[in-house]
């Protein structure tokens, strides 16, 4: 199993490139869980019940017409098609596509630094976690 280094991350946001203004993400996929302990148990039951998620992306902030603030900011509480590409766009490379609902666009403003900006979601529905054809 080769290692992949995540410079080569690829994140598509409702069909725009935000690749370039990243320098973090975190894309991960979680099951819900279910109580089903009767009496006369010593511990706790649980059962699997739906799958759940979230996306998130941040970095560097930038004013152009492609930037985040341009790009992102007005998609906060619309439901947009997010693609997470781990390893680069290829043929035969991975890819997470989900519906998603974007719930927050933060912008951070350091007194000794650059401005920063981040992006949280929740994802909605299935997941398609096949390989880029």
């Known amino acids: 199993m080769a290692r992949k280094h995540s410079k080569s991350t690829v994140i598509l946001i409702d069909g725009n490139n935000v690749s370039e203004f990243c320098t973090d993400s975190n894309c991960e996929q979680s099951s819900g869980t279910e109580d089903n302990t009767t009496y006369g148990k010593n511990a706790i039951v649980k059962d699997p019940t739906l799958l759940t998620g979230a996306f998130a992306c941040s970095g560097k902030y930038d004013d152009g017409?492609?930037?985040p603030?341009?790009?992102l900011k007005p998609l906060v509480g619309q439901k947009v098609?997010?693609?997470y590409r781990p390893e680069g766009t290829g043929s035969?490379?991975?890819q997470d596509s989900f519906d998603a609902i974007i719930t927050k666009y933060v912008e951070t403003a350091p007194v000794a630094?650059?401005?920063l900006?981040?992006?949280e979601t929740e994802p909605s529905d299935d997941w398609d976690s096949?390989?880029?054809v």
Do not use: E, F
Request: aromatic content about 10%.
């Open 69 to 71: 603030r341009a790009v």
């Open 113 to 115: 630094g650059y401005r």
């Open 65 to 67: 017409a492609t930037g």
């Open 81 to 83: 098609n997010v693609k």
């Open 117 to 119: 900006w981040s992006l």
């Open 130 to 132: 096949a390989d880029q």
């Open 92 to 94: 035969g490379l991975p």
